[in-house]
């Protein structure tokens, strides 16, 4: 039998449509600029993704060689779509912050540069009139983040924190479970733990431990626990995106001045709900499992690291009516490769491709309220920043 | 051979020697009193103790055949120490408190009666000029508590809160594990749970979230958190005794007024180490591990209730001096029968036969912190005790 024409001409132009390809400049070559430069360089196919690609069209460094080193030792042949032939130019290096966001090839930065720079870098980007993608802890604090979004919107350009962890399918596939199949019924509290087994094993100089780069546990493993929050409670159909009623806190602190330890617990009324959320540099993670929610009918355990699971259990209740019952078990594998930032990556592409100035998934106002959080918890616990660290105070 | 004259006078006056008995006389025929009574029944042999035994002399009720029914099937031989001949009396039935605490058969009088009524039914007891052990909490506030303790002081009598979980062998295990042995390093950090599958699947009228009975999580649940974090970390030869320096919580609460959720984070900057308790009446506990104590060489899970574990694994790092390095597990059972009550009751006979007034691993001051710490969470957490619940207020 022969296809009807118009159908064949839809194949015809689906098939001819070339994929919108983001074309990145990156700012900042430490480790979390290579992961996410590596995981863009993966084939599209392997994650089944046709309708958007993306290319390295420059990296930038304070140092012209560290650029040079990171593309030769990152994506040599840029990312996807350069390998694919969708554009013809190779990653550009350059000495200069400047020159990545003045270089035309370059549609949206990506600010993988120290927690402390990305007011900075980010202005940078969207003064020159690019689209920018902002690693996670976006700012400092609430007020320099408020206005990178005035910047942004004066310059109608895309403004995004780089929370991947809301793109990661596990996530997901956890989200849709709860807030429209109903899995384990209504969400009664959930337990989130991001640690890190850094405590004297890197110096009181590494960034994690430094007053003058910003560290602690809260604005670098923090934003993990709380995403979960965020997703499932804050985000929860029933909650109708109301702010947490209580946001309660305690730190620990180290003698840098940063935090070792800290506890967020939130609580949401209208879902009758409770999140305790515990970060720290002191501990190792836990070997199963840092995050599970848990409803009337079941609970979800989520395996490994809170930034990127990769497999869950769905324990189901056999009689949810009676207490302490008997519970039934599946998990759920979703395992991929590399380091999952090109979900992430991709989202961001699909929205600069519709022309969108913020992400349905990860929009302005919820980096507010996670930064207006960490302020409240820093002020809480006595974590001041060093003089001159803020740029913009509130 | 035959063994010298004096390690036969020896082993003949040991042998001949009767163990001390504890004559109890039993406040309250709930829940907790029969587990007590049923535990105190077993034959001491079942756990190897020659040196102490235990008699129930009276049990009272506000009916007279409550007591009688609780008797007739909990304890119609009375306990060990009775159905071993150690004493001649039966257990005797009152419609009253005051019978009990007069009964001249009784030496220690255990109050298991509501949280509400502890302080009243303690004071009587003491009054009576008889040893008491309080069931925890040992009373709604630290003001009533220390009135009890006056009281008992100025009686010259034996006062205890029955904190049973800290006569544990599994607790005195681990704690000699971490304090003396060393086995997990510098203590990091430690994460203790204890929650109740009791929301919505009990009425607002139960204890648990009734106002009038000064219900919620916080005072029926969370001293169990509380007491590893008392016994790991203050209890810890490094801390000497310091009170956590900051003690900080979140309360979700319940339309009764009282705690459906609660956190505590307490901070011990000597040892440099934090406790993430947590609580609630909205979710079942976890399937396997419920606190998990993270040291620098590894780290203990204590399997089961936090309040009465049988089993712990102990997680070395094979190299401690690597960050997120391989472990090797070793799991220790101690399964016990019974509901484990009864190592409790010896350390109180012991006391009472050694003429102590407070016992060294429950010393009042001890107590004392707990019920501080309770008063601040529930002023945070804004759990206001309905008037005239308080029989003393700071």
Redesign the interface.
């Given at each position: 039998m022969t296809p009807p024409r118009s159908l064949l001409r839809y194949i015809t132009s689906m098939s001819s449509k070339q994929p919108f390809v983001a074309r990145w400049g990156i700012l900042g070559c430490g480790w979390i600029s290579s992961e996410f430069t590596k995981d863009i360089g993966r084939p599209m196919a392997s994650r089944n993704v046709t309708d958007v690609s993306h290319a390295i069209a420059a990296v930038g460094s304070r140092s012209l060689s560290k650029a040079e080193d990171f593309i030769s030792k990152y994506c040599p042949n840029g990312a996807a779509g350069q390998q694919d032939g969708l554009v013809d130019f190779k990653p550009k290096a350059y000495g200069s912050y400047k020159g990545v966001v003045e270089d035309p090839n370059v549609n949206i930065v990506y600010v993988g540069s120290m927690n402390i720079a990305h007011y900075e870098d980010a202005k940078l980007a969207l003064e020159a009139g690019k689209n920018c993608l902002l690693e996670k802890p976006a700012t400092l604090n609430a007020a320099e983040w408020k206005h990178l979004v005035s910047i942004a919107k004066k310059n109608d350009v895309f403004l995004m924190e780089a929370v991947w962890t809301r793109f990661n399918p596990v996530m997901l596939a956890i989200q849709k479970a709860i807030h429209e199949d109903n899995l384990i019924g209504e969400i009664?509290?959930m337990?989130s733990?991001l640690?890190?087994?850094?405590?004297?094993?890197r110096p009181n100089t590494n960034r994690l431990f430094a007053a003058e780069l910003g560290g602690g546990s809260l604005l670098d493993l923090g934003p993990y626990p709380l995403v979960w929050t965020m997703m499932i409670l804050y985000r929860h159909p029933m909650n109708q995106l109301t702010p947490p009623d209580?946001?309660?806190?305690?730190?620990?602190q180290h003698h840098t001045g940063v935090d070792?330890?800290t506890?967020i617990?939130?609580?949401f009324?209208k879902l009758?709900?409770?999140s305790?959320c515990?970060t720290?540099l002191?501990?190792?993670?836990?070997?199963y499992q840092n995050t599970?929610i848990?409803g009337?009918k079941g609970?979800i355990l989520v395996h490994g690291l809170t930034s990127r699971p990769q497999k869950y259990t769905i324990?189901r209740?056999l009689n949810p009516?009676?207490?302490?019952g008997d519970?039934e078990d599946e998990t759920i594998d979703m395992t991929f490769d590399g380091f999952g930032l090109y979900w992430e990556a991709d989202a961001v592409a699909r929205c600069l491709r519709d022309g969108l100035k913020e992400c349905p998934s990860m929009p302005h106002a919820e980096t507010t309220m996670t930064m207006e959080i960490f302020d409240k918890v820093r002020k809480?616990g006595g974590y001041e920043f060093l003089p001159g660290l803020e740029k913009v105070k509130a």
């Open positions: 009664r509290c337990y733990d640690a890190m087994d850094a405590y004297k094993k209580k946001v309660g806190s305690t730190m620990l070792l330890a506890s617990t939130l609580t009324p009758n709900a409770v305790f515990t720290n002191l501990s190792n993670v836990q070997k599970r848990v009337s609970e324990r209740l009516e009676i207490e302490d519970y809480e």
